[in-house]
């Protein structure tokens, strides 16, 4: 009998992955039987996370490269093949939300970071990493999106929710572009999820209340509720979708999108 979402001995490189989201996806993929190249800015905080899943009995490679970097993410992609001969799938989760305010009020040096780390490092490591998708004949490239890059953009949040609505475009452009050489690109669309990253939004009582009231679901999100969902879009399960930004939010944007 066929194992279902089955990525075992398949290569993944998750950005963002020494905490909340990236490591849940990391760690997920491991469990399933992937080998595993993490990579964030720090690299004690990526050997932290190595460790555990090696304890977990999963194979793992721990590169620092910041997203915003292109020569360290070309860095990152050469030494994940060089180690393990390829990469089947991409997941594209760093990203970095520097300015909680106006719109307008913005500096250039922030709106510059936020396009530099959320937008061009996607774009820098699909570029290193669909050559050798080619070559393998196929692949997968998940970027991490936002529910605040749809509809609705987060109060306060503008630039980053600018951005997030690029990789929507961005994920539906390569989806057509490739297509054709089996190569799958999809988002996931996160609600609210318990990170540190958006810690300053759940920590905040009468907000995580205002959006448990408004989530069908009755709760915030966890990172493993992203991972989930991540397992799926890299299996072979998921080959018949492409281009599709898939919302996980708890139903809290039912009737706005």
Known sequence: MTKLF???GKVAIVTGA????????????ASAGAKVVISSRKQEALDAVA???????????????????????QILV????????????????????PHFGSL???????????????IMGNIWLCQAVVPHMRNAGGGKIINVASIVGMLRPGQYQGIYSATKAAVTSITRTLAMELGGDNIQVNAIAPGLIK??????????DELRQTVEAR?????????????GMAHFLAAPESNYCTGE?????????????
């Open 104 to 118: 307008l009020e913005a500096s250039d040096s922030l709106w510059e970071k936020t396009i530099q780390v959320n």
């Open 18 to 29: 020494s905490r909340g989201i990236g490591q849940a996806i990391a760690e997920r993929f």
């Open 195 to 204: 990170t540190a990253f958006a810690r300053v939004l759940w920590e905040n």
């Open 215 to 227: 989530t069908p679901a009755g709760r915030i999100g966890l990172p493993a509720d992203i991972a």
């Open 6 to 8: 089955d990525i075992s």
């Open 78 to 97: 050469e030494k994940t093949v060089e180690t393990y001969g390829g990469v089947d799938i991409l997941v594209n989760n760093a990203a970095t939300n």
């Open 51 to 73: 460790e555990q899943i090696r304890n977990n009995g999963g194979e793992v490679l721990a590169i620092a490269a910041h997203n915003g970097d292109k020569a360290a993410l």
């Open 245 to 257: 930004i898939f919302v996980v939010d708890g139903g809290m944007t039912i009737g706005s999108l």
